[in-house]
């Protein structure tokens, strides 16, 4: 048995206030139940009229400074403009208000020193309440005052408010807890956002055939294949077995292909000449928008396609141009009936196919509050000093969301919430925590990249719906040095279910859609084509504003989960021999029975059998009763947390220094000669031992075959002859009797037992095996 692990790397449920009020477990009310209220006060900067010109040119060049205490804000500048536009919105955090009044002041910019144009004072305890859904404060008309109080020329459109992060206003404001963030494109990547996966297809180009190939050399056979490009995706067919100038393949190529569809399927007919020279004999683009959408099983239309190939000719000093065109025959179109897989099918967060009108309705809703961590590890040094710039990602299905930065905090707080609709219970979202590494400068020389501190996986089916789950999550990461927790996150986590009756009926669907089981894709397809989906997610998701980077894409989608690790191989042993301890127990317990080890027990299995015997009809309805029981006795100790990242079951705490090293290294291998090499020797001990293993499962199974073969024909006669008296005596006694006697002689009493093995296992031991013919 599994020692638990750590207690710093448990679950631990917490009691947050939610929604302005403690959860106890029942569905609040407001639109932002599953996080805390934060109180901020929104100051929105419209416009300016009528402002002064402040040098000999007649005009100024304004701009709005917003000041609460420590915390100051500004706008960008105009030049030389009296009556500016900015419409921007600045948010101060209750919690670090250190002032009672709030300034704003419109400044002219200058080389040397700014001029003070005029200012507006709000005392904070006369500033408006708000909560959405109440409309939005209309912004008003405030004549701009001097230093000393006197009305200035000029006036100053302004709304100012007390909210709550659910403001409309509160994504895009600047906050003052990045204060210390300078830059638009800085300001831009600390903003919280929402994002949506490119819409995928499965492109599906059949080639059947091609015509009147025109080969340099006449003389030879030609040896014609087809390549196909895709954008970074290329694919060849084999080489032709009908060498002519009419060759054949009937070959798939799949690609995987995104909406917008920006580049076309190139095709181009080669001709290998040498062994490592190919000769083009055509080629031909088709544009994606022109390509047939299929939804279901049916083939579509197969068409004729021109593929051309430009020959200039030198005749004396002119140039002449030559155009051949050949044709090829494919049949190729877009599968809407699959999923494209883009995630680790352990861990996928939609199941649904490409094509919209497949879809089935929605089960329900799932609401996720991310609302702090607390003891973040320092991720960087600036000035001297560890810090940390943390956010969240969170992912399901096709919505990528992504919480604001919190500036320079080993304790942020988020309290932000977001909602999917759901369609499958059987999916998993994915939650991630990263330290941003693109600001204070950080990105000057363009390979920054934002690390990673921990991510946890909640599976939806675990959940029961319609309650609060409020947890703190330890975010684990494995490290060459071995496993090491970077913190915690705290999640509020709601499934609510639209239709129990439609998210019981997802139980008995297929996972995946119906085309994945009628036309299958082979693993290397799935593999290489589920590479191709997450590149096109992580480039899309990376041309976004605020870009989500390549590296967190590839994180949140586990990309290089499929690599080989020595740890995780001992795990999933380990796994096995788990879900096979049920049936050893059982063994074990039969034995036990057979050797009456507590005699009550066993006379009571042999009342048990005697019944099962004598009235075989009770056999299935007793085993379903039994199941039944356990089910409802097992009911009280059911789960009532959700599943988290288990170091014990990972053998993440357990795990040799060198196999971590072995884990982490790239492919190919960039460690020395003697490390590879010690490695490759254990690896070929390992797969010795395997191999062992298989073979004794192969003899097992070839022995098994030869007693009918008549390879030893004196055990096969024996056999023969066995199976006939067996035949006759079956036939004559009735089946109860022999059940029964069967039984009761495996129950036997261990006084009429031996210690030397049975007749029927020293026959089976005896029997040949091909281990002879091996070399």
């Not at 200058?110 to 409309?135: A, C, H, M, T, Y």
């Not at 994606?288 to 200039?312: A, F, G, S």
């Not at 000669?673 to 690896?683: E, G, N, P």
């Amino acid at each position: 048995m599994q020692r638990p692990p750590p207690e710093d790397f448990l679950l631990k449920e917490t009691n947050p206030h939610l929604g302005g009020g403690k959860v106890s477990g029942d569905k609040l009310t407001s639109t932002y139940d599953l996080v805390e209220q934060m109180q901020y006060l929104y100051v929105r900067v419209v416009k300016a009229k009528d402002l002064p010109a402040k040098d000999v040119t007649g005009s100024c060049d304004p701009y709005v400074e917003v000041k609460l205490g420590n915390y100051k804000g500004t706008t960008r500048h105009f030049e030389k403009k009296t009556n500016p536009e900015w419409s921007q919105v600045f948010a101060f955090s209750k919690d670090r208000i250190q002032a009672s009044m709030l300034e704003v002041t419109v400044k002219d910019k200058d080389v040397v020193k700014d001029d003070f144009i005029g200012r507006v004072l709000f005392d904070l305890n006369e500033i408006p309440k708000r909560v959405p859904p109440d409309s939005p404060l209309a912004p008003q008309w405030y004549r701009l005052e001097d230093r000393k109080g006197d009305k200035a020329k000029g006036e100053l459109m302004l709304a100012v408010w007390m909210g709550t992060q659910a403001d409309e206003a509160f994504p895009e404001a600047w906050h003052s807890d990045a204060a210390t963030v300078s830059g638009t494109d800085a300001l831009a990547n600390i903003r919280s956002k929402v994002y949506l996966s490119p819409k995928l297809w499965y492109l599906r180009v059949n080639v059947i055939e091609a015509q009147d190939l025109q080969p340099t050399d006449k003389g030879r056979y030609p040896e014609v294949f087809v390549k196909a490009a895709l954008g970074n995706q290329a694919l060849r067919t084999r080489i032709s077995q009908s060498r002519t100038i009419n060759p054949m393949w009937n070959e798939d190529l799949m690609f995987v292909a995104a909406e917008p569809f920006e580049e076309p399927l190139i095709l181009s007919v080669e001709d290998r000449v040498a062994p490592n020279k190919e000769e083009s004999l055509g080629r031909c683009a088709i544009p994606l928008q022109m390509v047939e959408r299929r939804l279901d099983h049916k083939p579509v239309n197969t068409k004729w396609y021109n593929i051309e190939k430009h020959v200039v000719i030198m005749e004396g000093e002119k140039k002449k141009e030559f155009k051949f065109s050949s044709k090829i025959h494919m049949r190729i179109c877009l599968e809407g009936g699959y999923h494209v897989l883009d995630e680790s099918t352990h861990y996928s967060s939609d199941l649904r196919p490409t094509a919209k009108q497949l879809w089935k309705s929605g089960i329900g809703v799932l609401e996720l509050g991310i609302l702090s961590a607390q003891g973040l590890m320092p991720m960087k040094t600036v000035d001297s000093r560890g810090k940390t710039d943390a956010y969240c990602v969170a992912k399901y299905g096709q919505k990528w969301v992504r919480t604001r930065t919190i500036i320079d905090s080993f304790a942020p707080k988020w309290n932000e919430q977001y909602t999917w609709e759901v369609f499958d219970p059987c999916t998993v979202i994915t939650i991630g925590v990263f330290d941003n590494c693109h600001l204070h400068g950080g990105d000057k020389a363009g390979g920054a990249k934002d690390s990673k501190i921990g991510k946890v996986r909640i599976r939806l089916s675990t959940l029961e719906t319609d309650r609060v789950y409020t947890h703190s999550y330890p975010l684990l990461v494995l490290h060459p040095t071995g496993v090491k927790k970077m913190g915690e996150i705290h999640l509020a986590v709601r499934f609510t279910c639209s239709s129990l009756l439609n998210m019981m009926h997802m139980y008995s669907l297929p996972l995946l859609p119906k085309m994945h089981y009628i036309h299958p894709l082979t693993v290397s397809q799935l593999d290489n084509l589920r590479h191709q989906a997450t590149q096109i997610v992580s480039m899309r998701l990376s041309r976004a504003e605020p870009p989500l980077r390549k590296e967190i894409v590839e994180y949140m989608l586990d990309v290089s989960s499929h690599m080989w690790s020595m740890r995780r191989s001992k795990a999933n042993f380990f796994r096995i021999m788990g879900v096979l301890s049920g049936l050893i127990a059982v063994g074990k317990w039969f034995d036990q029975i057979c050797n009456w080890k507590n005699p009550i027990t066993t006379v009571l299995i042999h009342i048990l059998f005697i019944i099962l015997v004598m009235y075989p009809e009770l056999i299935l309805p007793t085993i379903f009763l039994y199941l039944f029981l356990i089910g409802v006795w097992y009911y009280r100790w059911r789960p009532r947390h959700p599943p988290h990242m288990d170091t014990r079951l990972s053998h993440a705490d357990s795990a040799h220094p060198d196999e971590l090293d072995e884990e982490f290294d790239t492919f190919p291998t960039t460690r020395p000669s003697d490390i590879v090499r010690m490695r490759y020797d254990r690896l070929r001990s390992i797969a010795g031992r395997i191999q062992t293993v298989v073979g004794d499962l192969a003899t097992q199974g070839e022995r098994l075959q030869s007693l009918l073969s008549w390879r030893d024909p004196r055990a096969t006669a024996l056999f023969v002859i066995f199976c006939l008296v067996a035949a006759i005596v079956l036939y004559v006694t009735p089946f109860q009797v022999v059940a029964l006697l069967t039984g009761i002689y495996v129950l036997r009493h261990p006084r009429f037992r031996h210690k030397l093995p049975s007749v029927p296992l020293n026959f089976f031991r005896r029997l040949p095996a091909k281990t002879d013919c091996m070399l």
